[in-house]
């Protein structure tokens, strides 16, 4: 199966469209240059999601590729619904669909999904607000003022 081509000018940009509900960009590929060009999703909904997801359980996180930060939400795999809601609202934000993880805790096999964004120059201002150098240099979330 060939990969979606997609190309962007200065008036248009192409979402490939699942069904009839659903806007997604999953599977395509962006260039860095793609993704800072997309200054459409700095739009106050999209800001107000992240925003109340990164008071719970979602973070910012900076790759050691890239200078923008990418979204990451976690929920454990018994909110898949609200896992799936989420990463319906953000899909076309992402690359990829949600990822299933495992992990132990305390002494307990314990499920869960994850939703990733790509990065994103409009994601950097929000990451500014919430996260902040430890003494270690280590970036450390916050609840900002």
């Known amino acids: 199966m060939n990969k979606p081509k997609i190309e ?7 979402v490939v469209k699942t069904d009839k ?28 999601q992240i ?15 890239s200078k923008n930060p990418y979204f990451v939400f ?8 609200y896992s799936w809601f989420v990463f319906n ?3 076309f934000l992402c690359k ?4 299933l993880g495992i ?7 314990s499920y869960f999904i994850q939703v990733y964004t790509r ?5 950097k201002e929000i990451y500014n607000l919430f996260y902040i150098k430890d003494t270690n240099n280590k970036s450390v979330k916050i609840i900002p003022k």
């Open 74 to 81: 976690t929920q454990g795999f018994l909110r898949f619904k």
């Open 103 to 109: 992990s132990i805790r305390k002494g307990k096999i």
């Open 21 to 48: 509900w659903l806007a997604s960009t999953v599977g395509i590929h962006f260039t860095q240059d793609l993704r800072n060009q997309i200054s459409f999703l700095y739009s106050s909904e999209i800001i107000s």
């Open 119 to 123: 990065s994103y120059p409009f994601l």
């Open 96 to 99: 990829s669909s949600p990822r």
């Open 51 to 65: 925003t109340g997801h990164l008071l719970g359980d979602g973070n910012l996180s900076m790759s050691w590729s």
């Open 89 to 91: 609202k953000l899909s």
């Open 8 to 14: 962007l000018n200065k008036t248009t940009f192409l």
